[in-house]
C-alpha cells in the first residue's frame, strides 16, 4: 500500500488562496465551511521577522485520534495510501472525532456527518492530483507516495527541511511544510 503524503513549500505559497477555491468548487463544499484554509503565521522576532503563510487542512495523520475516538467506525484510515476518510452512512454526527484532532480539521456537514479534507480521494483514486494541489498557480504543493524513493514528496524531504504542525500531538501528519 502506498503512504500518501502532501509536501507544501512555504517559501513559495503566497497566500493566493486558490487552492482554498479549488476545493470547494472541486467537493461542493457547503456555504460557511473550509475543507482547507490559508495559515498567517509570524516567525522569528524582531527585526528578523517572517511571515510563513500555509496553505492547511487535515494531515492524514499516520496515528489519528478522529479514528481511534470513532464511536462507530465511521473515520477510518483507507485502503487508498493511508487517506483518512468517513463513511457518511456510519456518522452519527457525534463530534468526538472534532473534539479529538488538534488541527480544527473537522466540522459537521449540514447533512449530518463529519466533513473534512478527503485529499480528493476520488481524484487520486484515478491517478490524478487533488485539485488544491493541480490549480497551485506557484506550484508550491506537492502529493505523491512516502514510500516511493522516486516520488517527488520523497525527494523534496530528503532534500530540503521541513516540519510538520503540532508534532507533540504524537498524530505524525502526512502534510509536511517546506520551510
Ligand atoms: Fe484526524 Fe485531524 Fe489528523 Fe485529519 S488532522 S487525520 S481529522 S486528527
Ligand atoms: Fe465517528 Fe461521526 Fe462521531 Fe466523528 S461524528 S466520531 S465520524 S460517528
Known amino acids: 500500500m502506498a503512504r500518501f503524503a502532501m509536501v507544501i513549500d512555504t517559501k513559495k505559497c503566497v497566500g493566493c488562496m486558490d487552492c482554498v477555491v479549488a476545493c470547494k468548487t472541486e467537493n461542493n463544499v457547503p456555504e460557511g465551511y473550509n475543507r482547507d484554509w490559508i495559515n498567517y503565521e509570524s ?31 465511521a473515520s477510518h484510515v483507507s485502503e487508498l495510501g493511508g487517506i483518512v476518510l468517513v463513511h457518511h452512512d456510519l456518522c ?29 480521494s476520488h481524484r487520486v483514486e484515478k491517478g490524478l492530483k487533488p485539485a488544491c494541489v493541480s490549480v497551485c498557480p506557484t506550484y508550491c504543493m506537492y502529493f505523491g507516495d512516502l514510500d516511493d524513493p522516486q516520488s517527488e514528496v520523497s525527494k523534496l524531504l530528503a532534500k530540503r527541511q521541513y516540519k510538520t504542525l503540532i508534532p507533540e500531538a504524537g498524530t505524525k501528519p502526512h502534510v509536511y511544510y517546506l520551510i
Open 43 to 73: 516567525i522569528g522576532k524582531f527585526p528578523e521577522l517572517n511571515m510563513e503563510i500555509r496553505s492547511e487542512r487535515c494531515n492524514h495523520c499516520e496515528n489519528p485520534p478522529c479514528v481511534s475516538c470513532c464511536p462507530t467506525g
Open 92 to 120: 452519527t454526527g457525534c463530534k468526538a472525532c472534532l473534539a479529538s484532532c488538534p488541527y480544527d480539521a473537522r466540522f459537521i456537514n449540514p447533512e449530518g456527518y463529519a466533513d473534512k479534507c478527503t485529499f480528493c
